[in-house]
């Protein structure tokens, strides 16, 4: 009978990615409930000692195969290597980081096992039985659906990187380890890495962050803002008044004679919230704002508010995150 | 070298809007689209057909009013149109998605399938990975470039923090990233000549598959329940200090998900 939940723990570079021990801590509290064991595969090359780390954070057994067939990310021999674990260990459940690597490996691997596969959820249930409740956002976030995959094992989801609570690591804890080897069908490798590039992003355009930290008159000095869009993944903003001043550059302004933007989250820091800024950001998904004037404009379009100084806040926040 | 391009209609998701008073999704008078990613896939293949003669013909797995994605496709300088539609297809996930439009492809053979990355409705992007397993193919997922070189495709391959260049031999599936390909307008010549083409219709009978595998019945997974996203109409304003407000700030942005 299927049994326990499998935890791909992605590394990049032999470095465990923070997605991967996210997972073995929302793995670790269902397998509570359902009466199950965390199993954390880890594949890769040279990359066996890194099977602790994985147990400190939850795991109780820890599959590694350790190849250089592994040794860069290519679909299919991750795709082997976890279908010959899972036809062997018959997972109740297996979970991915929905990162660019999960978000390719694991579609191919359901429909190699003939079984489900949920998307980027944010959230994870489980019930005595094991049968796994699985929540996502559809149509662009406008949508969350609650997903079951009941006459079919294991039951697959990637989840989404950020979203999952890790346990706080303890270094004592007990779990086996377990090397396997592959029997590879190397007549299937035909993907040739031809190079791979490290790249680290800067310049990104602010139609497309996720996350903008946009700054105005109100704000004086840019470079914590810098810092705190870094630190959240985004990237900075801003209001007319700092493009005129020469503070930041036009491709950063948002508003009517600027960019229209719609981030997941937009902070407002000292900025007023005149209408042809609003007419660029109001869309926004959630946006906060931080203004000294408790009767700015830009509070009737914020979600959350907050009468304070920007500057301030800036830096705690960078304390904070 | 032949081309086939997987097309998606979807809803203009950013025009979505939610009724804060029943708390469901707003579709009435929401434009159908073809999908971003999609266009781009098609554009990918157009360039294939300018730079080495290739032949793009684009699939839809939808109700009979996708034939308007077709035709835009059509517009846009594609040369056979494919409508997958079949009341036995209704119901299905991406797991029996993949297995209808991969049968199609079987039936209509291709050295080349390009995708997109991911439709912004369903979002999920595992229906490309899903057809070239059951085709049996390689995949290269993420593209944001694409050349024939060779005898083989060089794709451009996007991580979050890298990019690999990778090599692969034709048959093999690619699904590409809109960022990275504009799609080019429909053409008036182009407009003229898909009036007289046929979109083919493509329906149960005409594909190999199993009844067992599609539709409501052959999905693995299954929606158990919606909700919409909770209408945030309460505006809260606070006074705080810096350090409870950046507290409460992180707090509620954690709650909610966003960081
Ligand atoms: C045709 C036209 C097109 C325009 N297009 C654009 C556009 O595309 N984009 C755009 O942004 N503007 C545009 N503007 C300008 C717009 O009208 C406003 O002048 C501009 O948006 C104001 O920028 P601001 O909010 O940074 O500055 P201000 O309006 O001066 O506001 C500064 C805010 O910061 C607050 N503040 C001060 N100190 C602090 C502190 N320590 N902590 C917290 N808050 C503090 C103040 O209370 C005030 O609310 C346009 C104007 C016109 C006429
Ligand atoms: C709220 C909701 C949540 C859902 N969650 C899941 C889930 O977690 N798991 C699951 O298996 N199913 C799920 N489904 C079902 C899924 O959305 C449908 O199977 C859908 O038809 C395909 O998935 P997608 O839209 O995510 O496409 P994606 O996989 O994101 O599409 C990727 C690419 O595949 C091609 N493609 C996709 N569909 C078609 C088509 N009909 N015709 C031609 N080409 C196409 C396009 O090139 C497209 O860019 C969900 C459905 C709803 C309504």
Request: glycine share 6%; aromatic share 6%.
């Amino acid at each position: 009978m299927a049994k326990n939940i499998f935890v791909f723990c992605e590394q990049r570079d032999g470095e465990i990615q923070s997605v991967a021990l996210e997972l073995l801590g929302v793995a670790k509290q269902l397998a509570t409930v359902s009466g199950e064991q965390v199993c954390a595969l880890l594949l890769g090359s040279n990359v066996a000692d890194k099977a602790s780390q994985l147990v400190a954070y939850g795991a109780d057994v820890v599959y590694v195969v350790d190849d250089v067939n592994l040794a860069q990310f290519v679909t299919e021999p991750y795709t082997q290597a976890i279908t010959q674990i899972a036809r062997e260990y018959q997972p109740n459940a297996m979970l991915f980081g929905a990162t660019s690597i999960g978000r390719d490996l694991a579609p191919r691997l359901s429909a190699r096992l003939k079984t489900g596969l949920t998307a980027d959820c944010t959230q994870l249930e489980i019930d005595q039985d094991g049968n796994l409740f699985m929540t996502r956002p559809a149509f662009g976030g406008n949508l969350f659906a609650t997903i079951v995959c009941p006459e079919h094992k294991p039951q697959m989801s990637t989840v989404r990187p950020g979203v999952m609570k890790m346990m706080e690591p303890d270094y004592n804890r007990q779990g086996e380890v377990v090397s396997k080897t592959i029997a590879w069908d190397k007549s299937k490798f035909v993907v040739e890495v031809v190079e791979e590039v490290k790249e680290v992003q800067t310049v990104e355009k602010i139609e497309e962050a996720k996350l903008l930290v946009s700054c105005g008159r109100g704000v004086k000095d840019l470079t914590e803002a810098q810092n705190l869009a870094t630190k959240l993944g985004g990237t900075v903003s801003a209001s007319r008044c700092l493009v005129d001043a020469g503070m930041v550059d036009h491709n950063r302004q948002v508003g009517q004679t600027g960019k229209t933007v719609r981030p997941q989250v937009y902070f407002a820091f000292g900025i007023s919230g005149a209408i042809q800024h609003l007419a660029g950001m109001e869309e926004s998904e959630y946006i906060v704002a931080v203004n000294t004037d408790k009767s700015a404009p830009i509070f009737k379009v914020a979600n959350l508010g907050i009468v304070a100084d920007a500057q301030a806040v800036i830096k705690q926040l960078n304390k904070l995150i | 070298m032949k081309i086939i391009v997987c097309i998606k209609q979807v809803p203009n998701t950013t025009e979505i809007k939610i009724d804060p008073v029943t708390n469901t999704l707003k579709r009435d008078g929401v434009p159908s689209i073809i999908n971003p990613d999609d266009k781009a896939a098609l554009e990918v293949a157009l360039q294939l057909k300018e730079n080495c003669g290739a032949h793009v013909d684009v699939v839809t797995m939808g109700p009979q009013q996708a034939e308007v994605a077709l035709r835009e496709a059509l517009a846009m300088g594609a040369d056979n149109a494919y409508l997958l539609t079949d009341r036995a297809f209704a119901g299905s996930d991406t797991l029996a998605t993949s297995t209808i439009i991969a049968s199609a492809i079987k039936k209509l053979g291709a050295d080349v399938v390009l995708c997109g990355r991911q439709a912004i409705d369903g979002d999920t992007a595992q229906v490309g990975p899903q057809i070239a397993e059951h085709l049996d193919i390689p995949q290269v997922t993420y593209a944001s470039q694409v050349d024939y070189v060779d005898g083989a495709l060089v794709v451009k391959r996007q991580f979050e923090d890298r990019y690999q260049t990778l090599r692969v031999a034709t048959p093999c599936l690619v699904t590409v990233l809109s960022s990275a390909y504009k799609p080019r307008y429909m053409n008036v010549a182009d407009i003229v000549a898909q009036d007289q083409k046929q979109v083919e219709a493509i329906t149960f009978n005409d594909v190999v598959v199993n009844p067992e595998d599609i539709g409501l019945k052959g999905s693995p997974t299954k929606v158990k329940s919606t909700a919409t996203k909770q209408f945030d109409k309460q505006i809260a304003t606070y006074e705080l200090g810096a350090e409870e407000a950046a507290k409460l700030i992180v707090d509620t942005l954690k709650q909610k998900h966003l960081i």
